[in-house]
T-cell receptor
Framework: LAKTTQPISMDSYEGQEVNITCSHN???????ITWYQQFPSQGPRFIIQ???TKVTNEVASLFIPADRKSSTLSLPRVSLSDTAVYYC????????????FGSGTQLTVLP | GAVVSQHPSWVICKSGTSVKIECRSLDFQATTMFWYRQFPKQSLMLMATSNEGSKATYEQGVEKDKFLINHASLTLSTLTVTSAHPEDSSFYIC????????????FGPGTRLTVL
Protein backbone atom coordinates (compact mmCIF):
# COMPACT_ATOMS: atom_id res chain seq x y z
CA LEU A 1 0.00 0.00 0.00
CA ALA A 2 1.33 3.40 -0.99
CA LYS A 3 2.48 5.63 1.86
CA THR A 4 1.08 9.13 2.07
CA THR A 5 2.48 12.34 3.49
CA GLN A 6 0.34 15.26 4.58
CA PRO A 7 0.89 18.41 6.63
CA ILE A 8 0.24 17.73 10.28
CA SER A 9 -1.95 20.79 10.73
CA MET A 10 -3.43 23.79 8.95
CA ASP A 11 -5.33 26.84 10.10
CA SER A 12 -7.82 28.80 8.06
CA TYR A 13 -10.56 31.35 8.53
CA GLU A 14 -14.23 31.04 7.85
CA GLY A 15 -15.18 31.64 4.24
CA GLN A 16 -11.75 30.88 2.84
CA GLU A 17 -10.84 28.12 0.44
CA VAL A 18 -8.60 25.48 1.93
CA ASN A 19 -6.27 23.27 -0.05
CA ILE A 20 -4.67 20.25 1.59
CA THR A 21 -1.98 18.50 -0.42
CA CYS A 22 -1.00 14.88 -0.04
CA SER A 23 2.11 13.23 -1.44
CA HIS A 24 2.02 9.62 -2.59
CA ASN A 25 5.14 9.06 -4.62
CA UNK A 26 4.77 5.28 -4.73
CA UNK A 27 1.21 5.18 -6.00
CA UNK A 28 0.50 2.13 -8.13
CA UNK A 29 -1.34 2.01 -11.42
CA UNK A 30 -4.46 0.49 -9.87
CA UNK A 31 -4.57 2.79 -6.84
CA UNK A 32 -7.35 5.27 -6.20
CA ILE A 33 -6.97 8.35 -4.01
CA THR A 34 -9.57 8.81 -1.33
CA TRP A 35 -10.05 11.49 1.30
CA TYR A 36 -11.84 11.02 4.58
CA GLN A 37 -12.91 13.47 7.27
CA GLN A 38 -12.96 12.62 10.95
CA PHE A 39 -14.47 14.55 13.82
CA PRO A 40 -13.42 13.77 17.40
CA SER A 41 -14.89 10.53 18.73
CA GLN A 42 -16.53 9.67 15.41
CA GLY A 43 -15.71 7.30 12.60
CA PRO A 44 -14.17 8.70 9.42
CA ARG A 45 -16.53 9.95 6.74
CA PHE A 46 -15.90 9.63 3.01
CA ILE A 47 -15.38 12.97 1.28
CA ILE A 48 -14.20 12.32 -2.24
CA GLN A 49 -12.32 9.86 -4.40
CA UNK A 50 -10.49 10.11 -7.69
CA UNK A 51 -8.09 8.39 -10.01
CA UNK A 52 -6.79 11.23 -12.18
CA THR A 53 -7.41 14.85 -13.23
CA LYS A 54 -10.20 16.55 -11.30
CA VAL A 55 -13.19 15.31 -9.40
CA THR A 56 -15.83 17.53 -7.84
CA ASN A 57 -18.79 16.79 -5.62
CA GLU A 58 -21.09 18.86 -3.46
CA VAL A 59 -18.56 19.30 -0.67
CA ALA A 60 -15.08 19.27 -2.20
CA SER A 61 -12.86 19.04 -5.24
CA LEU A 62 -9.93 16.73 -5.74
CA PHE A 63 -7.09 17.69 -8.05
CA ILE A 64 -4.72 15.00 -9.26
CA PRO A 65 -1.81 15.87 -11.58
CA ALA A 66 -0.87 13.68 -14.50
CA ASP A 67 1.90 11.84 -12.62
CA ARG A 68 -0.52 11.08 -9.76
CA LYS A 69 2.27 11.42 -7.20
CA SER A 70 0.27 13.95 -5.25
CA SER A 71 -3.27 15.15 -4.84
CA THR A 72 -4.95 18.22 -3.44
CA LEU A 73 -8.22 18.32 -1.57
CA SER A 74 -9.94 21.66 -1.98
CA LEU A 75 -12.65 22.76 0.43
CA PRO A 76 -14.45 25.89 -0.77
CA ARG A 77 -15.56 28.50 1.75
CA VAL A 78 -14.88 26.56 4.93
CA SER A 79 -16.93 27.05 8.06
CA LEU A 80 -16.22 26.34 11.71
CA SER A 81 -17.87 22.94 11.33
CA ASP A 82 -15.18 21.89 8.87
CA THR A 83 -12.69 21.74 11.72
CA ALA A 84 -11.62 18.11 11.65
CA VAL A 85 -8.82 15.74 10.72
CA TYR A 86 -8.56 14.99 7.02
CA TYR A 87 -6.95 11.78 5.83
CA CYS A 88 -5.58 11.04 2.39
CA UNK A 89 -5.51 7.35 1.51
CA UNK A 90 -4.24 5.46 -1.48
CA UNK A 91 -5.20 1.94 -2.31
CA UNK A 92 -6.74 -0.40 -4.82
CA UNK A 93 -9.40 -3.04 -4.78
CA UNK A 94 -6.63 -5.55 -5.21
CA UNK A 95 -5.44 -4.83 -1.68
CA UNK A 96 -8.63 -6.36 -0.26
CA UNK A 97 -9.86 -2.83 0.26
CA UNK A 98 -7.67 -2.38 3.28
CA UNK A 99 -7.10 1.21 4.19
CA UNK A 100 -3.85 2.40 5.68
CA PHE A 101 -4.27 5.70 7.45
CA GLY A 102 -1.43 8.16 7.60
CA SER A 103 -1.13 10.86 10.18
CA GLY A 104 -3.82 13.06 8.66
CA THR A 105 -4.11 16.84 8.65
CA GLN A 106 -5.77 18.65 11.51
CA LEU A 107 -7.66 21.53 9.94
CA THR A 108 -8.71 24.25 12.32
CA VAL A 109 -11.12 26.86 11.02
CA LEU A 110 -11.02 30.08 12.96
CA PRO A 111 -13.82 32.67 13.17
CA GLY B 1 -25.65 5.90 1.45
CA ALA B 2 -24.63 2.72 3.19
CA VAL B 3 -24.76 2.75 6.99
CA VAL B 4 -22.57 0.93 9.46
CA SER B 5 -23.53 0.86 13.11
CA GLN B 6 -21.62 -0.10 16.22
CA HIS B 7 -22.79 -1.14 19.61
CA PRO B 8 -22.17 -0.07 22.26
CA SER B 9 -21.04 3.48 21.57
CA TRP B 10 -19.11 3.46 24.81
CA VAL B 11 -18.33 0.95 27.51
CA ILE B 12 -16.52 1.02 30.84
CA CYS B 13 -15.32 -2.23 32.30
CA LYS B 14 -13.10 -3.56 35.04
CA SER B 15 -9.67 -4.91 34.33
CA GLY B 16 -9.75 -8.61 33.56
CA THR B 17 -13.23 -8.70 32.09
CA SER B 18 -14.18 -9.24 28.45
CA VAL B 19 -16.03 -6.79 26.27
CA LYS B 20 -17.85 -7.48 23.01
CA ILE B 21 -18.31 -4.81 20.36
CA GLU B 22 -20.73 -5.31 17.49
CA CYS B 23 -20.42 -3.91 13.99
CA ARG B 24 -23.41 -4.11 11.65
CA SER B 25 -23.95 -3.14 8.06
CA LEU B 26 -27.54 -1.93 8.16
CA ASP B 27 -28.62 -1.81 4.55
CA PHE B 28 -26.06 -3.84 2.68
CA GLN B 29 -24.12 -7.04 2.98
CA ALA B 30 -20.45 -7.12 3.82
CA THR B 31 -18.40 -10.25 3.39
CA THR B 32 -15.44 -8.31 4.70
CA MET B 33 -15.23 -5.84 7.55
CA PHE B 34 -12.25 -4.12 9.08
CA TRP B 35 -11.48 -3.29 12.69
CA TYR B 36 -9.37 -0.29 13.65
CA ARG B 37 -8.09 1.08 16.91
CA GLN B 38 -7.39 4.73 17.53
CA PHE B 39 -5.61 6.19 20.52
CA PRO B 40 -6.06 9.87 21.46
CA LYS B 41 -4.48 12.30 19.01
CA GLN B 42 -3.35 9.43 16.80
CA SER B 43 -4.41 7.99 13.49
CA LEU B 44 -6.44 4.87 12.93
CA MET B 45 -4.51 1.64 13.07
CA LEU B 46 -5.84 -1.41 11.28
CA MET B 47 -6.13 -4.34 13.68
CA ALA B 48 -7.70 -7.06 11.62
CA THR B 49 -9.79 -8.03 8.65
CA SER B 50 -12.99 -9.87 9.45
CA ASN B 51 -14.12 -12.39 6.85
CA GLU B 52 -17.58 -13.91 6.76
CA GLY B 53 -17.34 -17.67 6.94
CA SER B 54 -13.62 -17.83 7.63
CA LYS B 55 -11.01 -16.80 10.14
CA ALA B 56 -10.04 -13.20 10.61
CA THR B 57 -6.71 -11.93 9.39
CA TYR B 58 -4.75 -10.03 12.01
CA GLU B 59 -2.17 -7.33 11.46
CA GLN B 60 1.31 -7.82 12.78
CA GLY B 61 1.52 -7.20 16.49
CA VAL B 62 -2.18 -7.72 17.18
CA GLU B 63 -2.85 -10.67 19.48
CA LYS B 64 -5.55 -12.83 17.94
CA ASP B 65 -6.26 -14.57 21.25
CA LYS B 66 -6.87 -11.26 22.93
CA PHE B 67 -8.95 -9.65 20.20
CA LEU B 68 -11.41 -12.28 19.09
CA ILE B 69 -13.23 -11.57 15.87
CA ASN B 70 -16.31 -13.40 14.65
CA HIS B 71 -18.04 -12.59 11.38
CA ALA B 72 -21.30 -14.31 12.18
CA SER B 73 -23.29 -13.21 9.14
CA LEU B 74 -23.11 -11.00 6.10
CA THR B 75 -24.18 -8.03 8.22
CA LEU B 76 -22.51 -8.62 11.57
CA SER B 77 -18.96 -8.76 12.85
CA THR B 78 -18.02 -8.78 16.51
CA LEU B 79 -14.80 -7.87 18.26
CA THR B 80 -14.29 -9.27 21.75
CA VAL B 81 -11.55 -7.80 23.87
CA THR B 82 -10.68 -10.59 26.28
CA SER B 83 -9.19 -10.00 29.72
CA ALA B 84 -9.13 -6.29 29.10
CA HIS B 85 -6.49 -4.14 30.72
CA PRO B 86 -6.18 -0.35 31.00
CA GLU B 87 -3.81 -0.26 28.03
CA ASP B 88 -6.64 -1.63 25.88
CA SER B 89 -8.61 1.55 26.49
CA SER B 90 -9.08 3.08 23.09
CA PHE B 91 -11.54 4.03 20.38
CA TYR B 92 -12.48 1.01 18.27
CA ILE B 93 -13.89 1.60 14.81
CA CYS B 94 -15.14 -0.84 12.20
CA UNK B 95 -15.63 -0.34 8.49
CA UNK B 96 -17.09 -2.18 5.55
CA UNK B 97 -16.62 -1.73 1.80
CA UNK B 98 -19.66 -0.06 0.30
CA UNK B 99 -22.03 -1.96 -1.96
CA UNK B 100 -21.68 0.44 -4.85
CA UNK B 101 -18.34 2.14 -5.07
CA UNK B 102 -15.81 -0.65 -5.05
CA UNK B 103 -13.22 1.52 -3.33
CA UNK B 104 -15.36 3.40 -0.83
CA UNK B 105 -15.60 2.24 2.74
CA UNK B 106 -18.19 3.12 5.31
CA PHE B 107 -17.18 3.49 8.90
CA GLY B 108 -19.10 2.88 12.05
CA PRO B 109 -19.41 5.63 14.66
CA GLY B 110 -16.85 3.96 16.89
CA THR B 111 -16.87 2.47 20.38
CA ARG B 112 -15.05 4.11 23.24
CA LEU B 113 -13.64 1.45 25.58
CA THR B 114 -12.39 2.45 29.00
CA VAL B 115 -10.83 -0.22 31.17
CA LEU B 116 -10.50 0.67 34.83
Amino acid sequence: LAKTTQPISMDSYEGQEVNITCSHNNIATNDYITWYQQFPSQGPRFIIQGYKTKVTNEVASLFIPADRKSSTLSLPRVSLSDTAVYYCLVGSSGSARQLTFGSGTQLTVLP
Amino acid sequence: GAVVSQHPSWVICKSGTSVKIECRSLDFQATTMFWYRQFPKQSLMLMATSNEGSKATYEQGVEKDKFLINHASLTLSTLTVTSAHPEDSSFYICSAPGPGNYNEQFFGPGTRLTVL
